[in-house]
Structures are given as C-alpha cells and as structure tokens.
C-alpha cells in the first residue's frame, strides 16, 4: 500500500509526511516524490507476542509518498505533478488549516486539479481508440475496442462535471478496461487537515469522515525527549501522541485491514485490501504461498481471547478451516496450510 500526500504548496505535506513516517523530506527528491514508510502498530499484535514470545514482532507498513504542491498559478504543470501519485493506491488530500484559509474551498480547488488531469488522460485514449477502430481490424478486437471507448467516454463525462471516476461505480470488468491509466479519481481519496492547533474542530463544508491533526505540534512533541514530551503534553491537557491512531484511521479510510499471523518465531501483522479473499491474502505473505494454498486454519483475535488458547479455540470451534474464497476479517489470525 503506497498513499500519496496530495495538495496545494505549502499545505503541510511535507509536515505530514515526516510526522507519519519519521523520515526528513528532501526538497529535491521530493519534486520526483519521496517515499517512506509507517509502521502500524497494533495492540493485537502486542498481545499475541506477550503470549507467543516470538523471537520478531512484525507490524504492517504503509508507505507514504512525498509529492510537490500543486500551484494555481501555474496550473499547466498541475497534470505534471500530479503524475507523480498515478502510482500510489490511495490519495491523502492534505489541506491548510493553519493559517486561516477555507479548507473546503481547497478541497474543491484539489478535486478540478485531478478531474482536469485524469481527463487530459482519458481524452487522449479516446482519440487513439477511435483512431483504432478506424482500421480494419478483426471483430474481437473490435469489440474489446468498443467496450474501452464506451467506459472511456463515461468517465469523460463524469470528469467534466468535475466528479471524480470513482462514483460512476463502475462493474469490476469496466474497471479493469481503464485500470492501466491509474486515474487519480478512481482512487480512494480521504481528506486531512492539517490543523495549526490542538484539538480544533474540523472546519465547516468538508466530509463528516475528513481527518485531521495538529502536525507541526505533534511533530515538535515528537522531537522531544521523553520528559519534555510529558510536561509538554501535561501542559496542553493532552494525553497520547495522535499518530498512531491517525495512522490506523488512514488505513481504514484506504480500505486496508490486517490480519495476524503467531508463533514462536514471529508475530505479525499484514496489510491487505478488505474484501479479499483467504488465497489472496496468502499472496501477501509469499507469491508461493498464494500458489500452493490448500487450506487456512483461521480464528478471529476476539474468539482467540476469550478461547485463552489456540487448542480451547479449536475445541470451541472457533478455530476452523476455511477454503480459498474465505474473505478474510480485519483481525483474523491465520495459519496457510500448503501443499509442498
Ligand atoms: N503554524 C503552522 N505552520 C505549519 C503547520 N504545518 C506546516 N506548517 C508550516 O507551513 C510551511 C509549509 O509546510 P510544508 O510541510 O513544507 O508544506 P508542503 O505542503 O510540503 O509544501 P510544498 O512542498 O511547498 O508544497 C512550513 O513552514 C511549515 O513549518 C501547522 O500545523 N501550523
Ligand atoms: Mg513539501
């Protein structure tokens, strides 16, 4: 999972960026993007280890990647730039709300930036697929042609009125036909304010799920040391750094869920895409595993607890197998039995 830091310049990308991921952004890889990764931690993760006593725990890592601030003044290279995030999975829309700007109004400003980049995108495959279906081709190819332009043109239409591709809700095999353009639209897309103080409530006219931290502050607490930290915190009347549940919050917000996997050389964490299944999710781990699943033995962490034990789990039935098309749980803690 690769979530891209998105916005206009000075927004606080780069702030958010070094909170998340300790790493310092660099000013010249960032015009290319910099990436770096978050560990997730997990208090599921450290419970199963405090039972497991493994010789490595393993939290689950997002990366996070660094990208220039878009400019409206010079709006030509906002396609350019936002180039950089066709790569990443999911989209955090940082936007300013320090320095007494109307974040809302941003967000719409991000929103024509990427509908116009997407749709530079798709208007020129329009004209190279009508360009095709020109030729003399065989009929299947035709077809496959056909099928492109009619979601390509849909997509178009949608992109003029400025909404994103995403709510077209277009059928997986549509989908898949403009998958390899990486539209920035059709990507998950949360909002995040970076706030200039704590605990502000979320400014007016944004969605009801937005996030949103005070960066710099958490930042400087982060830079801290341990009893500065905490008669610093004791001062502003807060208690626990946000980071780790803003990042938790980002990879819910980016559809990602974890599952466990224990035993006495390791406890771990793994990120995958909710909604996939138990083979899928095996790839996570190794390609290989993917590829000789058998079965997974497979129990929720909540029944692990109350069970106390894997061997009262499997007694309780709460432990069981489960087949290829299991579609895994956040929290799930597995085993992937393979063939050999
Ligand atoms: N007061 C205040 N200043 C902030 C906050 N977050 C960022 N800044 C400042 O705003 C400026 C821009 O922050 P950056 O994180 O570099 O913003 P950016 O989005 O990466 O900017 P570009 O890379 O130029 O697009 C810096 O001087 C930050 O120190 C905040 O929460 N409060
Ligand atoms: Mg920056």
Redesign the pocket.
């Known amino acids: 999972m690769k979530i891209g830091l998105v ?11 070094q909170w998340l991921t300790g790493v310092t ?1 660099d ?1 010249a890889r ?1 015009q290319q993007g910099q990436t770096g990764m978050a560990k997730v931690p997990d208090d599921r993760v450290d419970r199963l280890a405090a039972i497991f006593k493994p010789k490595k725990t393993t939290y689950a890592e997002v990366a996070f990647l ?1 990208t ?2 878009l400019d409206l003044a010079e709006r030509r290279d906002n396609p350019r730039r936002l180039g950089i995030l066709r790569e990443a999975n999911g989209l955090l829309v ?1 936007l300013n ?3 007494g700007g109307d974040p809302a109004k941003e967000l719409e400003r991000f929103r024509e930036e990427s509908a116009f980049a997407d749709l530079e995108i798709v208007t020129n495959r329009i004209s190279k697929v009508q360009a095709n279906l020109r030729k003399p081709r065989p009929a299947k190819e035709k077809e496959i042609d056909e099928f492109e332009l009619d979601v390509l043109l849909r997509v178009k239409t949608c992109l003029e009125d400025i909404k994103p591709a995403s709510s077209l809700g277009l059928k997986p095999e549509e989908e898949k036909a403009v998958r390899s353009f990486q539209l920035l639209t059709l990507k998950p897309e949360m909002a995040f304010v ?3 103080e704590a605990n502000a409530p979320i400014p007016k006219g944004l969605p009801p799920e937005t996030l949103a931290a ?4 958490e930042l400087e607490l982060a830079e801290l040391s341990p009893e500065d930290r905490a008669a610093f915190m004791a001062d502003l009347g807060v208690t626990t750094s946000q980071r780790d549940e803003m990042l938790r919050s980002i990879m819910v917000a980016m559809g990602q869920i974890v599952f466990l996997t224990c035993g006495e050389d390791e406890c771990r964490s793994w990120p995958i895409d909710r909604g996939i299944d138990a083979v899928n999710a095996a790839g996570a781990i190794h390609t290989d595993l993917s590829k000789r699943f058998v079965r997974a033995e497979v129990v929720s962490f909540a029944d692990f607890l109350a069970a106390g034990s894997m061997k009262e789990a499997k007694a309780k039935g709460t432990y069981r197998l489960e087949g290829k098309t299991y579609i895994v749980n956040d929290g799930d803690i597995m085993h992937i039995l393979a063939s050999s």
């Open positions: 916005g206009f310049a000075g927004s606080g990308k780069s702030t958010v960026f952004p000013a960032v660094d220039p601030g940082v709300g320090f320095s970076n706030q200039g005070p960066v710099k502050l």
